[in-house]
């Protein structure tokens, strides 16, 4: 072993500091070594100095630089903001509403009411990108289904004005508000997208608020968006009571089968498919549409659906890639359309496949934990809040990791977009009520037929106690 041990080469460790007895030579060395830097740095500026000064180049600080980079980025966005289609009313009013008091200098509030789907976000963004909007306010967007409590809305304010505050409380931020809307300042438009989820012990907080545009010199803009058409007049009757508090309001209706056909049309003639869809089936799908909610995601997310099951019939019927490969048109045909508005709305809706294969595992753990609350819950009306603290522990109990209060919302959006359920609205994003839309035996008997889902609709345990 010693032998061994000889015959093994090991490397000496280096040092990582120096010692302060250096030796001659190694002095000589550090020495050179200076030398040498201060000879290139002379050289260096003896070269600048015989450079002309109108070859030097300017010194281009951090900020021109990143301003220079955003310029034609923003340029770009300019050329490319077009107005919603079927909304150049409601689109025209607001720019007239905001133009008149950002030249008066003048507060204001608005309400802007419509169900899901009909444009409302998607118009005011469309609004608050136009040059003369983001130059002459100072704009301030908030969602506010991302507030943890009502009164949390005045830390967030704070937060995108940057005010200076004396504290973190609730407190210290609505009286640094109140401190600034006093003081001259700059037009501001505070944006407040779902502000009924404000909704809080006698509507303090929204209150507070729609009377801020009232306070003198205030130079404030607030514009509320809700889904409810009356919510100012039933929430804050108060609010009808003063002139100088009562908000404008602006209706988007739910889009009409033209207003579809209209913006089916433009979209698709932008992807240059303006052949996809026959004319019979384009009213078909519009005509649905329009009757049932005239939410135009809604409608694009089933156009887009309707696609997608014509392009899989045509690769079918022709059974060969080479051949799909070539032939680039796809024709969506009646039949196509009113399987995929079955599928959706009822009918002929093929729930065994659906449990089966059509969904994730993690929707399918919703369903069922639904299908538990309504048959060994014996609940009559589920709140989205009560629903994640059972999925939570029907996952959990399977060792399978349970989705975020937000995402399985998001997954409950999925599911009303194939027709499974419907949501409603509620104060805050756990309050929200939502109802089964699928026969529930028939349901029922799809996930009996599978071990993992049958177990969990006799699993009492994950119910609340």
Known sequence: MAGVQATIQFRSRKKVYVDEDVTNENKNILNIRKTSERKLKRNIEDLKKDIDDDCTPVKVSRRETLTSKNTPKKDSEEENLRPLTSREKEIGWLDNFLTEHLDKEESASLYISGQPGTGKTASLSYILNLPKFKEGYKQVYINCTMMKSAASIYSRICKELQLPTSGTTEKACFNAIEKYLKKKHKMI?????EIDQLDSKRQSVLYTIFEWPAMADSRIVLIGIANALDLTERTLPRLQARCSLRPETLHFA??????IINIFTNVLANEDKSNVFSPVALQMLAAKISAISGDMRRALDIGRRVIELARRTKFSDNQSIDNMMKDSTVTVEL???LEVLNDVYGGSRKIESDAEDGFPLQQKLILCS?????????????????LHDVYKKVATARNIVPLDMCEMSAACGLLEARGALRLGAGASARARRLRLQWDRAELAAALRDKPLLSAILDDVSCLPS
């Open 189 to 193: 438009l505070l944006v407040l997208d």
């Open 254 to 259: 739910p889009y009409t089968k033209e207003q």
């Open 335 to 337: 039949k196509q359309v």
């Open 370 to 386: 639904i299908m538990l609350m309504l048959t060994k819950g014996k609940v009559k009306e589920i709140v989205m809040g009560k």
